[in-house]
């Protein structure tokens, strides 16, 4: 029942914005179609918005202790350090299969708890082993980037609902044009019914 923008108020400093987005929809599909229980099977999760296949698999393991092979990053970097040593550009297709070879089937949750603890020590102690994955894509600065910018302007309009331009900009002071882009951004995939007709 809470409002979109009481949701990313709520958020506010955990990641992208549209995952709280996606988890306010999928609160409403689930308190619809399923009386508010968690489904626990892969194709009615899949459906939920936000929800992909690792996702789904992540949710089966460790909320329902339910046998399901999925790849996170942690996990990533375990089957790539020890199983593709002397190999590059290797996709999680190849990595999918000795997932689920080396399951747990009893209790998957302990498992994947030390195969992601694994996989953040390999991490700390070797260069990045996920730089061999396909999938790697190294993160770009935050800071003075257009998401601290998007983000930025979600946080103030979550606490005021209007805000003229220039105010905003002193707030974030973040260049003009920054801002517009941002913006811009936001009205193209709005969050929280925020136009520019409101600032």
């Not at 811009?184 to 995939?189: E, G, N, Y």
Request: glycine share 6%; aromatic share 10%; net charge positive.
């Amino acid at each position: 029942r809470a409002p979109l923008r009481d949701v990313l108020s709520a958020w506010s400093g955990l990641g992208y914005n549209r995952r709280a987005k996606f988890l306010h929809e999928a609160a409403q599909i689930i308190v619809q179609e399923y009386r508010g229980i968690m489904p626990n099977n892969f194709s009615a999760l899949i459906k939920l918005s936000g929800v992909g296949a690792g996702t789904a698999g992540a949710i089966l393991a460790f909320a329902f202790k339910k046998p399901s092979a999925f790849i996170e990053t942690n996990i990533r970097s375990v089957f790539l350090f020890f199983f593709f040593k002397n190999k590059k550009s290797v996709s999680d297709k190849e990595i999918l299969p000795l997932v689920k070879q080396t399951l747990d089937m009893n209790n998957p949750r302990e498992w994947y708890y030390a195969l992601m603890d694994y996989g953040t020590m390999l991490k700390e102690k070797y260069k990045n082993p996920n730089r061999k994955s396909v999938h790697y894509v190294k993160q770009s600065s935050f800071k003075n980037s257009n998401r601290q910018v998007r983000g930025e302007i979600l946080k103030l309009l979550t606490v005021h609902s209007r805000m003229p331009i220039r105010r905003l900009n002193n707030a974030i002071n973040a260049e003009m044009r920054c801002l517009h882009h941002a913006l811009d951004q936001l009205q193209k995939a709005p969050l929280a019914g925020l136009h520019r007709r409101d600032l």
